[in-house]
């Protein structure tokens, strides 16, 4: 079973950045999609961004197209969330999952990482 560990999580400004990772404990499958998702507190989980393991191809949630850019690196196995003029919005737990639809449904997904607290101060 594949685990997902994530990171890069912190507290930042109005309008400043992160870069979130997601480190899988294995290599993805070839059909393997993968998504970040965020949680507020008393929110339910929303989808952020997907991207294919293999081909690269990206979708992204409204609220964060032309901020966010998620990407992956095959060899080391490892995801990224670059985030740029990040909101007070923003703040929420990130998530990055495993699944093998190309959907931003989270129940698609099946292997979850813990999450990355990120906070951002207006």
């Given at each position: 079973q594949v685990q997902l560990v994530e990171s890069g999580g912190?507290?930042?400004?109005?309008?400043?950045?992160?870069?979130?990772?997601?480190?899988?404990?294995?290599?993805?499958?070839?059909?393997?999609?993968?998504?970040?998702?965020?949680?507020?507190?008393?929110?339910?989980?929303?989808?952020?961004?997907?991207i294919r393991w293999h081909g690269g191809s990206a979708f992204?949630?409204?609220?964060?197209?032309?901020?966010?850019?998620?990407?992956?690196?095959?060899?080391?196995?490892?995801?990224?969330?670059?985030?740029?003029?990040?909101k007070s919005e923003d703040t929420a737990i990130y998530y990055c999952a495993r699944g093998s639809q190309y959907t931003s449904s989270p129940s698609a997904y099946d292997t979850w990482g813990q999450g990355t607290q990120v906070t951002v101060a207006s």
């Open positions: 912190g507290s930042v400004q109005d309008g400043g950045s992160l870069r979130l990772s997601c480190t899988a404990s294995a290599r993805p499958f070839s059909r393997t999609v993968m998504g970040w998702f965020r949680q507020a507190p008393g929110k339910e989980r929303e989808f952020v961004a997907l992204y949630a409204d609220s964060v197209k032309g901020r966010f850019t998620i990407s992956n690196d095959n060899p080391k196995n490892i995801m990224y969330l670059q985030m740029n003029n990040l």
